[in-house]
T-cell receptor, first 112, second 114 residues
Framework: DAGVIQSPRHEVTEMGQEVTLRCKPISGHNSLFWYRQTMMRGLELLIY????????DSGMPEDRFSAKMPNASFSTLKIQPSEPRDSAVYFC??????????FGQGTRLTVV | AQSVTQLGSHVSVSEGALVLLRCNYS??????LFWYVQYPNQGLQLLLK??????LVKGINGFEAEFKKSETSFHLTKPSAHMSDAAEYFCAASNSGGYQKVTFGTGTKLQVIP
């Protein structure tokens, strides 16, 4: 298995633009997590899905952020409009029943 | 709700010295516990995990951790630090059943001094 695949690896965008981050989970994993990592706030859980259903989105910072999981093999995290304070590394992680979370390599987002 | 506390955001050790990174969890039900390592510009990689089997868990790269229910701790140790161990380490916990929401600690950056 290729592991959790995130794209793009790096994204630079201008303030106000829409940004879409993508994640392909490990086949067979039924849980998917989106995390944000910054120097100031560390690793924050934004949202997690179980069997494609959003279970807890209490970590989503505001309405500008949205996440979808239309099927078991794909998820997106969208920021619209983006702001400089959204600059961070965004990680997708997936897990199976009673397994650890496997992390992707992350997307480094820079909003200028 | 589960919470994980890592004592010390930065730890420095000399090469060859003992590494001890501390982690405490809060849960009335013993959770699944994990230690992850993150090297610069990379994702998190699992070092080891505890899933209610043996209380002393051995992981990759010579690391191990001991689950102590009485102390609600899961400290990470390595007898002899290598320069390559310099990284950030995260302790994490998840519920033992149902959904696998993982709660992470704030991380500890390990510096290894030559």
């Amino acid at each position: 298995d290729a592991g959790v695949i995130q794209s793009p690896r790096h994204e630079v965008t201008e303030m106000g633009q829409e940004v879409t981050l993508r994640c392909k989970p490990i086949s067979g994993h039924n849980s998917l997590f989106w995390y944000r990592q910054t120097m100031m706030r560390g690793l924050e859980l934004l949202i997690y899905f179980n069997n494609n259903v959003p279970i807890d989105d209490s970590g989503m910072p505001e309405d500008r952020f949205s996440a979808k999981m239309p099927n078991a093999s794909f998820s997106t995290l969208k920021i619209q409009p983006s702001e400089p304070r959204d600059s961070a590394v965004y990680f997708c992680a997936t897990g199976g029943v009673r397994t650890e979370a496997f992390f992707g390599q992350g997307t480094r987002l820079t909003v200028v | 709700a589960q919470s994980v506390t890592q004592l010390g955001s930065h730890v420095s050790v000399s090469e060859g010295a003992l590494v001890l990174l501390r982690c405490n969890y809060s849960s009335s039900v013993p959770p699944y516990l994990f230690w992850y390592v993150q090297y610069p510009n990379q994702g998190l990689q699992l070092l080891l995990k505890y899933t209610s089997a043996a209380t002393l868990v051995k992981g990759i790269n010579g690391f191990e951790a001991e689950f102590k229910k009485s102390e609600t701790s899961f400290h990470l140790t390595k007898p002899s630090a290598h320069m390559s161990d310099a990284a950030e380490y995260f302790c994490a916990a998840s519920n033992s059943g149902g959904y696998q929401k993982v709660t992470f600690g704030t991380g500890t950056k390990l510096q290894v001094i030559p």
